[in-house]
T-cell receptor, first 112, second 115 residues
């Protein structure tokens, strides 16, 4: 039972345009959501997070939106750059724990 | 800061053999996590420790898997006996649990192939 779902395994975007990566979840007991980026042969690296009490968090070119009623979050990257090409994982933390549930990842390819 | 260190980076073994993966967390971090990455299931949490104590091992797939953290600077994940379906990339991560969205820092992973 996948509590955190990334339904798009891959996404291609032209350089300079917006990349939108989506994530859906089923458990109402998540209190934090994070996005990680992963390059080949490396471990995931933290990108941005959002608390469940907020609906938006922005850090430079990266913005995460949270829609609690729809149990949906998205990561916007604008403008997209070739160096953003990587696998992106969303993760959710179970409230009261330090247990994170990860999605299966979306491979983003930014075309020059 | 050297980051999270994992060894070996690659392991190829035969079915039935014992496999031991090692992890050195970032100094000062009080929590350590073991994950397994597969194409089908993405990143799965296997077990995590807080202050060297196992807190949640519900993700450990079978009794063939065991993990230890004898001190704050070292952890092992052991598979005995190994099976082909254990082939995956295993990541170790550490964090400083201090409330809020504690960031986990991942090691480079160990790619395990069981023949």
């Amino acid at each position: 039972d996948q509590q955190v779902k990334q339904n798009s395994p891959s996404l291609s975007v032209q350089e300079g345009r917006i990349s939108i990566l989506n994530c859906d979840y089923t458990n109402s007991m998540f209190d934090y959501f994070l996005w990680y980026k992963k390059y080949p042969a490396e471990g995931p690296t933290f990108l941005i997070s959002i608390s469940s009490i907020k609906d938006k968090n922005e850090d430079g070119r990266f913005t995460v939106f949270l829609n609690k009623s729809a149990k949906h979050l998205s990561l916007h990257i604008v403008p997209s750059q070739p160096g953003d090409s990587a696998v992106y994982f969303c993760a959710a933390r179970l409230s009261g724990t330090y247990k994170y549930i990860f999605g299966t990842g979306t491979r983003l390819k930014v075309l020059a | 800061d050297a980051g999270v260190i994992q060894s070996p980076r690659h392991e190829v073994t035969e079915m039935g053999q014992e496999v031991t993966l090692r992890c050195k967390p970032i100094s000062g971090h009080n929590s350590l996590f073991w994950y397994r990455q597969t194409m089908m299931r993405g990143l799965e949490l296997l077990i995590y420790f807080n202050n060297n104590v196992p807190i949640d091992d519900s993700g450990m797939p079978e009794d063939r898997f065991s993990a230890k953290m004898p001190n704050a600077s070292f952890s092992t994940l052991k598979i005995q006996p190994s099976e082909p379906r254990d082939s995956a990339v295993y990541f170790c991560a550490s964090s400083l649990m201090a409330g809020g969205a504690d960031t986990q820092y991942f090691g480079p992973g160990t790619r395990l192939t069981v023949l």
